[in-house]
T-cell receptor, first 113, second 113 residues
């Protein structure tokens, strides 16, 4: 089944404790992105990747890091999480070329205390 | 920078009522337009998309949307809603074939049985 998976689905952590949220897609998509969803703000793009080893900042990159060492994986790293990073995070992927339809993962609900 | 506005934050309708959700964007060039739906506890799913051609596009579950270029709008419609349409709806814009997908703040629809 074609899908985007994320782990963990739920995470509660404390300020300053480094964490990684994994994202994997099995559709051989070139583009991958991370979004955060906050009430009333919709989804805001954190980072995106156009291919292996090619990443760029989205609208709200501060406090986040990403890497794209393999085509299928695009982990999101919070080196020193803070309470304002409490949010619902979505990973998404799409093929290259003229197809701009994105396929979303199930989401990761992160709480930073 | 492009932006997307959804003016209705919360909409409550009775079953069989007609639905129209507004979406306006601010970008003067070529755009690709999307409506996504997020059912409670689930990830985003694509309802419909507009890339070019007929400005009236039909999507899944009886939804349609009309692109009006002169008004920078892409409103979502459904003639008769069902209780199962209760969800949050997001309009999104990809401008000029770039890598960014910008979302509106979302509209939470509740359909009363």
């Amino acid at each position: 089944e074609a899908q985007v998976t994320q782990n963990p689905r739920y995470l509660i952590t404390v300020t300053g404790k480094k964490l990684t949220v994994t994202c994997s897609q099995n559709m051989n998509h070139e583009y991958m992105s991370w979004y955060r969803q906050d009430p009333g703000l919709g989804l805001r793009q954190i980072y995106y990747s156009m291919n292996v080893e090619v990443t760029d900042k989205g609208d709200v990159p501060e406090g986040y890091k990403v890497s794209r060492k393999e085509k299928r994986n695009f982990p999101l790293i919070l080196e020193s999480p803070s309470p304002n990073q409490t949010s619902l995070y979505f990973c998404a992927s799409r093929p290259g070329g003229l197809s701009y339809e994105q396929y979303f993962g199930p989401g990761t609900r992160l709480t930073v205390t | 920078a492009q932006s997307v506005s959804q003016h209705n934050h919360h909409v409550i309708l009775s079953e069989a009522a007609s639905l129209e959700l507004g979406c306006n964007y601010s970008y003067g060039g070529t755009v690709n337009l999307f409506w996504y739906v997020q059912y409670p506890g689930q990830h985003l799913q694509l309802l419909l998309k507009y890339f070019s051609g007929d400005p009236l596009v039909k999507g899944i579950k009886g939804f349609e949307a009309e692109f009006i270029k002169s008004k920078f709008s892409f409103n979502l419609r459904k003639p008769s809603v069902q209780w199962s349409d209760t969800a949050e709806y997001f309009c999104a814009v990809n401008a000029n074939a770039g890598n960014m997908l910008t979302f509106g703040g979302g509209t939470r629809l509740m359909v009363k049985p």
